[in-house]
């Protein structure tokens, strides 16, 4: 089972770019204030086109993003291709992008930046989690709630709920520790068929991807530049 992952820094506004988006994705597109924030929105659609084009083998223009969220319906959840399971994800300068051959599949970065680790711990961690977090040098505390939360933001994202799966059913192996997910109250996801893999973006983020299957993912991370270049 292959798993590819495809690494992108947020593109600047191109009208070759704007004219991959379909009507929906232009209403969300013109409705974020920040520039960075079209920039990242954009570049996730224009990779998610460009790279699962190449795997169907039609033009980009045509590839169809369902992005119906699964609580409401509104256009806000998990990117849908028929054919094809990805996921994304952006944070800081990166947007990255997973895609399996139809297994479900959910990646997630994270730039280690300041926030209220302990408190958004409290939230999203296990009792179990907490336990280990309180241990944790308070020197590398930031980095490994980012770690913790990147890990789990993938799996959540991979049973196609997304945040609607409490993160505090799930309880991880430590930062330190290759990612697993060692106990899960969640009816979503099944321990046995879970397989992780931290992702090398370089000093500053956490990222990780997940898979859900029986067999490990082989996986592969790539340069999506050249191919965002060719689409703008």
């Known amino acids: ?3 590819d992952v495809w690494w992108a820094r947020p593109a600047a506004v191109t009208p070759g770019l704007l004219n991959l ?3 929906v994705e232009q209403t969300r597109f013109d409705g974020y204030r920040r520039e960075i924030d079209k920039q990242r929105f954009l570049t996730g659609r224009a990779l998610i086109r460009g790279v699962a084009a190449a795997e169907l083998g039609v ?10 969220c ?3 319906g509104k256009p806000h959840g998990k990117p849908k291709v028929a054919g094809l399971e990805v996921s994304i994800s952006h944070s800081g300068d990166w947007v990255a992008l997973a895609l399996t051959d139809a297994t479900p599949v959910g990646v997630d970065v994270e730039e280690v930046r300041d926030a209220e680790v302990d408190g958004l711990a409290g939230i999203a961690f296990s009792p179990a989690e907490l336990t280990a977090f309180e241990k944790v040098p308070p020197a590398r505390k930031k980095a490994a709630f980012f770690t913790y939360w ?3 933001e993938a799996v959540v994202k991979a049973t196609g709920k997304g945040m609607s799966v409490a993160m505090s059913k799930l309880t991880l192996s430590a930062y330190d520790e290759p990612p697993r997910v060692v106990a899960s109250n969640a009816p979503e996801v099944d321990v046995a068929a879970v397989h992780m893999a931290d992702l090398d973006v370089g000093d500053g983020y956490r990222a990780c ?7 490990e993912p082989k996986v592969t ?12």
Do not use: H, N
């Not at 033009?59 to 119906?68: C, N, R, T």
């Not at 991370?221 to 703008?232: K, N």
């Open 150 to 152: 990147a890990r789990k």
């Open 21 to 23: 988006l379909d009507d």
């Open 70 to 72: 699964f609580d409401c």
């Open 1 to 3: 089972m292959r798993c």
């Open 221 to 232: 991370e790539r340069d999506a530049a050249a191919l965002i270049g060719a689409l703008g």
């Open 209 to 215: 991807v997940a898979v859900f299957g029986t067999d």
């Open 59 to 68: 033009a980009a223009k045509d590839v169809v993003i369902d992005a119906s």
